[in-house]
């Protein structure tokens, strides 16, 4: 997903393995939003479980069989 950084205003991605694994740990630790770390800046921008939700709909299934080879 592409974000726009609220500081320094450049546009940078998130992966969805990075994406996925701020769910998780959003999960994990009851949080609503995601500190994502501008790479130009370095500061911090808070982006909201909703929009993750939205850019990786496919969190949350266990099995990833992407990966997996015969
Ligand atoms: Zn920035």
């Not at 370095?42 to 850019?55: F, P």
Request: hydrophobic share 30%; charged share 25%; aromatic share 4%.
């Amino acid at each position: 997903m592409h974000v726009r950084c609220s500081h320094c205003g450049i546009p940078f991605t998130l992966s969805k393995e990075t994406i996925h694994t701020a769910l998780t740990e959003m999960e994990a630790q009851q949080l609503k939003h995601y500190d994502a770390r501008c790479p130009q800046c370095r500061k911090v921008n808070r982006i909201s479980q909703t929009l993750l939700l939205r850019a990786a709909p496919d969190w949350g299934k266990e099995e990833e069989p992407s990966q997996t080879k015969p």
